[in-house]
């Protein structure tokens, strides 16, 4: 059967293989050729060539002054127009009957537009004049939504529960084909770089790491003596961290990556999701730094840590992914701040340096007569001035924003330049001694002038913590200042290291679950303190030690992190016992890994790269569910599939877990 000629209504027409009789249904359309191209290959080099097409047919575009239709063919590589004759042939009344977005089988001749309809791209020369259609699968004409009519998308919970007829738009589409290149040039640098790329387990024990996670119940289960059985749980990964350093420890493997799916019960984000994609390498035999970076401990811009050999094989992994993806060539070597640089400069732990809105230390301003109140002793006030004059673009988004409990906000009048530091409570509760001279000094140093805005927060001297409120306050007017209009942020991107954590804190609501007041790791527990601080770290002086840990942000985002690895077994213990006070039962999970380091492990570090938030940022999205083929919502939840999802009291019983009725 070579062509649909039947005038009979389709929707009579099978979408599925059915029996009648012991006979196939006589409107299968097969058997059914190949086809010779694809929808986006067609060029002007094509004209005159016979060939078949398949893909969704859109909407038809008449033209009644010469009796003929348009139509458009797509697939996932693109579009071709298809031209109809309304006289010849039967191929205009079968095609004017098919659904939209329905499957079909295209024969016809190219031909090369006239010059002035042609338009850019491959197949915008061309036409494909139709000389036989056939369909293949009708779409139901009450579909719930169309994804080739981009103009009337429905809300984010309908794409996402029909998400594979979303992933039929030509946006989704491309960024998932990117993913795959992007993904392609990743095993392609890092087998040059003499990588081994080794699987690990997804199915792991509970374990302290920091994350909460997802729990597999297992049909076996655990008996203790004289006892009732117990159920056992796996847990998912939330990453192969234990797996891939005593896979460097055995020395069966020097250079290890995998793009490793990984697994965190967290709050939903945009930026977060419940399984996730990372780039991960571990390396043996980093370096822990050298003096002669020590002693630059005032210099900016200075990597004074150890595991230069990570940062030089994920900085080449970024800048070739840049310039193939990107057609961007990035500078060598990307800039290094200090996370205490980065929380007094900017007040963040992953600044956005494309714009300025600077932070200002008004306590370094002061006279050296003027000290802090006794009941803050540790606390330094500091500012954020939008100019009149030089922050135009911030101006209005600085006055529209409302301060909080947090900030203080000031405009300078005439009347107000030579008070507000005066009248301020955020002033009063650091420095409640502040007179008219130190007024004065203050409008000096800043050079301020009747307009500008001035917001006004203290803080702790040492910084904790991932933000500050002023520097929450400097991404809001940013934001703000974008949504409006008043600023266009360069395309630029500014790609940024972030070194010399606090290796401890009790300021990560995230990891206080785990922790209960008591210390926990900025990073993670196996990393390594900088040299340096080791007397400090052994003294019991926590708040004092310096993570071997690098951040690697891109305009203010956090695209990787990783670290120097403890690799002496003492020291790795010292950590467990007398930082984190993790009781027995909480370190035997980790019995394997010190056991691993006794045995002459090397030094090793590694990194993992976000690649889903990387993705995100070469698809130019603010989601990363844009760039997963299947996400979860916000909340955590899959629409499509319906998980996670209740399971009967039968199933739960073979795990040996009873539900609660009062849960």
Request: with cysteine; charged share 25%; net charge negative.
């Amino acid at each position: 059967m070579s062509v649909w000629q039947s005038q009979q209504s389709l929707t009579g027409m099978s979408r599925s293989f059915r029996v009648a009789s012991g006979c196939w249904d006589p409107h299968f359309p097969a058997p059914y050729p190949k086809r010779t191209h694809t929808c986006g290959s067609l060029t002007a080099g094509d004209a005159g060539s016979r060939v078949i097409l398949t893909g969704w047919i859109l909407p038809e575009r008449k033209m009644k002054t010469i009796n003929k239709s348009f139509y458009h063919l797509k697939d996932s590589y693109g579009s071709t127009q298809l031209l109809v004759d309304h006289v010849e042939g039967g191929c205009w009344s079968t095609l004017s009957q098919i659904p939209v977005e329905s499957t079909v089988l295209i024969e016809g001749v190219v031909a090369l537009r006239p010059v002035e309809a042609r338009k850019p791209g491959n197949t915008g020369t061309i036409d494909v004049h139709v000389e036989t259609v056939r369909l293949l699968n009708p779409a139901e004409e009450t579909m719930p939504f169309l994804p080739s009519n981009p103009f009337n998308l429905p809300n984010d919970e309908l794409r996402a529960r029909y998400r594979y007829l979303d992933l039929r738009r030509t946006a989704l589409s491309d960024n998932i084909k990117k993913r795959s290149q992007v993904a392609h040039i990743i095993r392609n640098i890092l087998h040059d770089e003499d990588f081994t790329e080794v699987e690990t387990p997804a199915l792991l024990r509970c374990s302290p790491e920091g994350a909460r996670e997802f729990l597999v119940p297992a049909r076996s289960s655990s008996s203790p003596e004289n006892g009732p059985k117990i159920p056992v749980f796996y847990a998912l990964a939330q990453s192969p961290q234990q797996p891939k350093q005593m896979l460097i420890c055995s020395g069966g493997v020097d250079k290890y990556f995998q793009i490793a799916k990984c697994f965190r019960d967290e709050d939903g984000r945009k930026d977060r999701q419940p399984e996730f994609t990372q780039v991960d390498l571990e390396m043996a035999f980093v370096s822990w730094g050298d003096a002669q970076s020590s002693e630059s401990a005032d210099s900016s811009n200075v990597w004074r840590i150890g595991g230069c050999e990570v940062r030089d094989v994920a900085e080449k992994l970024v800048r070739k992914i840049w310039n193939n993806v990107e057609g961007i060539e990035l500078p060598e070597a990307f800039k290094v701040m200090t996370y205490h640089e980065a929380m007094t400069r900017f007040g963040s732990d992953k600044p956005d340096t494309r714009f300025g809105l600077e932070i200002i230390n008004l306590s370094g301003l002061l006279p050296v007569n003027q000290t802090p109140m006794a009941s803050a002793p540790d606390l330094i006030l500091e500012c954020i001035v939008v100019r009149k004059s030089g922050d135009s673009g911030f101006k209005k988004a600085s006055q529209a924003l409302e301060a909080d409990a947090t900030t203080e906000h000031f405009i300078l009048t005439e009347a107000s330049r030579e008070t507000w530091l005066l009248g301020s409570k955020t002033a009063s509760h650091v420095y409640p001694g502040v007179s008219l001279t130190d007024q004065t000094a203050i409008n000096k140093a800043l050079k301020l002038r009747v307009g500008d805005d001035i917001w006004l927060a203290y803080r702790p001297r040492k910084p904790t913590g991932g933000s500050t409120a002023l520097g929450r306050v400097r991404l809001q007017i940013f934001d703000l200042a974008q949504s409006r209009g008043d600023f266009v942020v360069t395309k630029d991107p500014h790609f940024l290291w972030i070194t010399e954590f606090p290796l401890f804190t009790r300021d990560d609501a995230d990891k206080e679950h785990l922790a209960h007041g008591r210390w926990s790791s900025s990073h993670h527990p196996f990393t390594a303190p900088m040299w340096e601080d080791i007397d400090a770290l052994y003294c019991g002086e926590a708040e004092k030690v310096r993570g071997q840990h690098y951040d690697l942000v891109l305009n203010g985002v956090e695209i990787g992190g990783g670290s120097v690895r403890v690799h002496d077994a003492t020291m790795q213990d010292y950590i467990f016992t007398n930082i984190l006070q993790l009781d027995e039962s909480e370190k035997s999970p980790f019995n394997q890994l010190l056991h691993a380091l006794q045995c002459g492990a090397p030094p090793h570090g590694g990194i993992a790269l976000g690649f889903d938030r990387i993705m995100a940022i070469l698809c130019n999205t603010q989601s990363i569910r844009d760039v997963i083929a299947f996400p979860k919502t916000a909340s955590g939840t899959d629409l499509l599939f319906k998980s996670p999802a209740a399971v009967s009291s039968t199933v739960l019983a073979e795990y040996g877990i009873v539900p609660r009725t009062n849960y």
